[in-house]
T-cell receptor, first 112, second 115 residues
Framework: KQEVTQIPAALSVPEGENLVLNCSFT??????LQWFRQDPGKGLTSLLL?????REQTSGRLNASLDKSSGRSTLYIAASQPGDSATYLC???????????FGGGTRLMVKP | KAGVTQTPRYLIKTRGQQVTLSCSPI?????VSWYQQTPGQGLQFLFE???????NKGNFPGRFSGRQFSNSRSEMNVSTLELGDSALYLC??????????????FGEGSWLTVV
């Protein structure tokens, strides 16, 4: 059974810092990994999708990497801003469809 | 292009009642999944429908059921509501071929409070 873990559970940084969020999964036979952002009381916003054949995916100030063999992914946020404050979740699908297993999330606060 | 639309956004029900939540996926998407989010358990998968057929099912009791219509819109139903069913219910859609690697998009969710 796939298990996904995110460390740290919470993070508080001053504005402008570069930061790394971590995601690990137990079953390396994944097809892709997706990073989401969730604002309080809201749904999930898709940030990046990395296919299993990719090592990195970039969107603006966000860069996600994937190392299947070690069961790890990282989300790098450059030059953090207060608007980046949210919970960040990583998720991997099962082999037979679109059933996602989520990590517990990292709650990020960027202080002005 | 409209995103995933869920209705209602907020609702309050009494223990023992039943509730139906609706989800309209992004146009052209054939896969619809449902998740329950609670502070204690995080995000948990309920079920997935693809072309009107249930393709995956999570570990929830039979009180939780769903269906998908020919236009890909989906509903989920919870019968005999319990206090522990209070949660944010999220719907997600994607193009959805198996192992297609498509991005999965979520709606804003339906907040259910059971009193």
């Amino acid at each position: 059974k796939q298990e996904v873990t995110q460390i740290p559970a919470a993070l508080s940084v001053p504005e402008g810092e570069n930061l790394v969020l971590n995601c690990s999964f137990t079953d390396s036979a994944i097809y892709n990994l997706q990073w989401f952002r969730q604002d309080p009381g809201k749904g999930l916003t898709s940030l990046l999708l990395i296919q299993s054949s990719q090592r990195e995916q970039t969107s603006g100030r966000l860069n996600a990497s994937l190392d299947k063999s070690s069961g790890r992914s990282t989300l790098y946020i450059a030059a953090s801003q207060p608007g980046d404050s949210a919970t960040y979740l990583c998720a991997v699908p099962n082999n037979a469809g679109n059933m996602l297993t989520f990590g517990g999330g990292t709650r990020l606060m960027v202080k002005p | 292009k409209a995103g995933v639309t869920q209705t209602p956004r907020y609702l309050i029900k009494t223990r023992g009642q039943q509730v139906t939540l609706s989800c309209s996926p992004i146009s052209g998407h054939r896969s619809v999944s449902w998740y329950q989010q609670t502070p204690g358990q995080g995000l948990q998968f309920l079920f997935e429908y693809f072309s009107e057929t249930q393709r995956n099912k999570g570990n929830f009791p039979g009180r939780f059921s769903g269906r998908q219509f020919s236009n890909s819109r989906s509903e989920m139903n919870v019968s005999t509501l319990e206090l522990g069913d209070s949660a944010l219910y999220l719907c997600a859609s994607s193009h959805g071929g198996s192992n297609s690697g498509n991005t999965i998009y979520f709606g804003e969710g339906s907040w259910l409070t059971v009193v």
